[in-house]
T-cell receptor, first 116, second 112 residues
């Protein structure tokens, strides 16, 4: 099974709201990722967790707060977002690797976020 | 960082036609993946191909790592092949572990 699940599928939130996106995988992967994709653009990496520890933060604003409570779950907490944060948020997972061997990433279906 | 260029940006085909999509990258890579993004946004893994040639049904891919390019071949195209095709690479340069850099994609439209 190569499935990554994400909830919710769609989310509309106001600029003063606090919400969370959830991602889950049961493939035994120990690396998990958040990507952001604006319309007609490629996905862009936001965060990487490896063995439940944050290993990459691509200079993402603090209004996005990731959390990896265990090896199967990844959350993205949202607070005080701006309309320009509206996008498709994709979660991915892979086997963990440091300096090889290297493994492919599998993506979830995404959460389409609209900030009003 | 590594640069990834995909061509063509847009491609329109009649059903049954064949096509070749290209991905050029500017540095050596540890990982190269081809994805198909469907109209609902789902990224579907097509190939994990840092080097060599693979085939899966009507699709095949070749990566020539020494010349820094990869090709995706689609034969006998179907309307369900429509969508955006992304090439994504993980550079082998230091500090690039886990970081997939995507090209801008090729938007494929297959007409009946």
């Amino acid at each position: 099974d190569t499935e990554v699940t994400q909830t919710p599928k769609h989310l509309v939130m106001g600029m003063t709201n606090k919400k969370s996106l959830k991602c889950e995988q049961h493939m035994g992967h120990r690396a998990m990722y958040w990507y952001k994709q604006k319309a007609k653009k490629p996905p862009e990496l936001m965060f990487v967790y490896s063995y439940e520890k944050l290993s990459i933060n691509e200079s993402v604003p603090s209004r996005f707060s990731p959390e990896c409570p265990n090896s199967s779950l990844l959350n993205l907490h949202l607070h005080a977002l701006q309309p320009e944060d509206s996008a498709l948020y994709l979660c991915a997972s892979s086997q963990a690797h440091i300096n090889g061997p290297y493994y492919e990433q599998y993506f979830g279906p995404g959460t389409r976020l609209t900030v009003t | 960082g590594i640069q990834v260029e995909q061509s063509p940006p847009d491609l329109i085909l009649q059903e049954g036609a064949n096509s070749t999509l290209r991905c050029n990258f500017s540095d050596s890579v540890n990982n190269l993946q081809w994805f198909h993004q469907n109209p609902w946004g789902q990224l579907i893994n097509l190939f994990y191909i840092p080097s060599g040639t693979k085939q899966n049904g009507r699709l095949s891919a070749t990566t020539v790592a020494t010349e820094r390019y990869s090709l995706l071949y689609i034969s006998s195209s179907q309307t369900t092949d429509s969508g955006v095709y992304f090439c994504a690479v993980e550079s082998s340069s230091g500090g690039s572990n886990y970081k997939l850099t995507f090209g801008k994609g090729t938007l494929l439209t297959v007409n009946p």
